[in-house]
């Protein structure tokens, strides 16, 4: 078996509730059964997995994009100069109040939330482009910590407010990597539905860019995987 991910859920599941008895009598049954794999690719930015043995490092797992910055521009009442964030959340509903967004001059925003009486906002999915390449065109993603999104906005250069996510094991890890590969701030709630939201949106592009992080991680688990493959056969056909 090879495992392949940025957290083992025996992580989660530790950082949420260990220290407890029965908590800790699962989390040492899951480390059990993920020790049986011949190889853990971890990809980065990844949890410690317990440290569990046969874990190897590979870079981050996602994709430079081409921007398509032109093509969007075409589809949105953006005039010359204007900024376009893209606000999105990977799944997770959050309460997010966008009928109570700042509106900030110059600023447009994609959304995934229909009937909002906004002209500053445009269903992202009304542009006819990708999420990853409208990721890659705007000038900010507004989101919370998650691995995909984390590490697409770093390897493509885009900065990105995120929403704190409090309690969940993962984060540390993601905001961490984050901040050293990208301009990123944390920001609140409150934040996107007062004037703030510009003071904050400031700060962020004021911020040093990074070098951008090479996206090794596809080809490196590929490679891995691979060979751990070979290896296995050859292993067969000797015996």
């Not at 530790?14 to 699962?26: E, F, K, S, T, Y």
């Not at 590979?58 to 589809?75: C, E, H, K, N, Y």
């Not at 920001?187 to 996206?215: H, I, M, N, W, Y």
Request: proline letters at 7%; aromatic letters at 8%; glycine letters at 12%.
């Amino acid at each position: 078996g090879i495992g392949l991910s940025c957290f083992t859920w025996a992580d989660i599941l530790a950082g949420c509730g260990g220290g407890q008895g029965p908590v800790d009598d699962l989390v040492a049954q899951m480390n059990a059964c993920y020790s049986r794999a011949t190889l853990l690719l971890r990809a980065m930015p990844g949890m410690a997995m317990g440290g569990l043995a046969g874990v190897r490092e590979i870079g981050p797992m996602a994709v430079r994009i081409p921007q398509r910055r032109d093509r969007l521009t075409q589809r949105l009442p953006v005039g010359q100069g204007g900024r376009i964030g893209l606000v999105g959340f990977g799944g997770v509903n959050l309460p997010l109040p966008l009928a109570d967004w700042a509106r900030l001059d110059g600023w447009h925003w994609l959304v995934a939330e229909p009937g909002l009486d906004r002209a500053d906002m445009t269903l992202w999915s009304d542009t006819g482009l990708t999420f990853s390449e409208l990721l890659a065109s705007v000038d900010v993603v507004v989101t919370k910590p998650g691995y995909g999104t984390f590490t697409e906005c770093a390897v493509n250069g885009t900065p990105v407010l995120y929403l704190g996510r409090p309690g969940w094991p993962e984060t540390p890890y993601l905001t961490d990597w984050l901040h050293r590969h990208a301009r990123a701030l944390e920001v609140d709630a409150e934040t996107l539905c007062s004037s703030r939201l510009g003071e904050q949106l400031q700060k962020l592009f004021s911020l040093p860019a990074k070098p951008l992080p090479e996206p090794t991680g596809v080809f490196e688990a590929a490679e891995a995987i691979c060979t751990n493959l070979d290896s296995q056969r050859g292993n067969t056909r000797r015996s």
